[in-house]
């Protein structure tokens, strides 16, 4: 099956940004993605949430500079961790013909976690960036996971996740090839959960 790919931006906006593990280095990331793939012809689709403290048009809302949506480009808000829950990304995906998204942004293990997953149960193959996601910082204590454990235990269970009919991959960036994407047939065996 071949892939058309389009690059998800998740919540990298300036109030998530700020409470952010690696932030400078994860925007970076995500900004070298942004330019191969619009190099390469393929969208990209910021997503943005709304709510609880950025409402549109505030400061917050907005997405820095190096990742800020250039006129042209996709733009879909959202109130809920899903980004295809009453919102128009799956019609917009299906409408450029997108068959595999490739998923970056903020937060690990609530908006990017729920995205990926609903992006297969829509029907599309995944790429998660494994260097192109981040969460909070946060305290020591408590129950949440440090952040970099985190990070890697969302990677490795994707790394694992089976879907019936899709393709899951985990990737560092440097070898997302946007390119052998739009033009490469690849062949996945279809798998199921155990």
């Keep these: 099956m071949s892939h058309a790919s389009a690059l998800l931006v998740i919540d990298m906006q300036n109030t998530p940004v700020a409470i952010a593990y690696r932030a400078a280095e994860t925007v970076a990331v ?9 190099a390469d012809g393929v969208p990209v689709v910021t997503i943005q949430d709304q709510g609880n403290g ?3 048009g505030t400061q917050g809302w907005q997405v820095g500079a190096e990742l800020a949506p250039a006129d042209g480009e996709f733009d879909v808000r959202k ?3 899903d980004s295809f ?3 128009d990304l799956d019609r917009t995906l299906k409408t450029l013909g997108v068959t595999e998204v490739v998923v970056t942004g903020f937060a690990t293990e609530i908006c990017v976690d ?13 790429v998660v ?9 946060r305290p020591d204590s408590g129950e949440y996971a440090a952040p970099a454990q985190s990070i890697a235990h969302h990677n490795e269970i994707f790394r694992h996740l089976r879907f019936p009919g899709r393709s899951v991959r985990v990737l560092p960036a440097a070898d997302v090839d946007f ?6 047939t690849h062949s996945h065996r279809p798998v199921t959960c155990p």
């Design 79 to 81: 109130t809920s961790p």
């Design 179 to 184: 390119a052998a994407a739009q033009s490469v």
């Design 129 to 137: 960036v494994a260097d192109g996601h981040t969460t909070s910082v």
């Design 54 to 56: 950025m409402e549109e």
């Design 85 to 87: 829950l009453g919102t």
């Design 114 to 126: 729920t995205t990926a997953r609903q992006a297969l149960s829509h029907g599309y193959d995944l």
């Design 30 to 38: 995500i900004a070298e993605l942004r330019e191969r793939a619009k």
